[in-house]
């Protein structure tokens, strides 16, 4: 078995209007009690905007820590769900799921190397 990150990228931007994002949570919320009764779901989280992060980079010796994403972009890190599955297919089965319940959003699949 390996297990899977499922990325999810949004657009940077205002956060949508609560009856919007209420519906979107539960139906996010149904997709990830389907994942643990399946036995594949691992673990998930949402992630705060990208401006309150913390960036610690080192070089020659010295650690540098500055606010602030790590890049610059139209889209961020929104959240993510680590999966266990035997294969790419039932990662992208999975991925199909979240993805039609957060459209238009991207959802990347990556294997992890452990």
Same mark, same amino acid.
């Given at each position: 078995m390996t297990q899977y990150l499922l990325s999810i990228y949004q657009p940077d931007g205002p956060v949508p209007e609560p009856e919007v994002l209420e519906k979107v949570m539960r139906e996010l919320q149904a997709v990830n009690e389907e994942m643990q009764a399946a036995g594949v779901w691992v673990f998930a989280a949402g992630l705060h905007p990208p401006e309150t992060a913390t960036v610690v980079k080192a070089s020659g010796g010295d650690v540098l820590v500055t606010d602030g994403p790590f890049t /610059?972009?139209?889209e961020h890190l929104g959240g993510f769900t680590v999966i266990e599955v035997e &294969?790419? &297919?039932a990662a992208l089965h999975w991925a199909r799921k979240v993805a039609v319940v957060l459209d238009p959003l991207s959802? /990347?699949?990556r294997p992890s190397q452990g």
């Open positions: /610059e972009g139209k &294969d790419l &297919d959802i /990347e699949v």
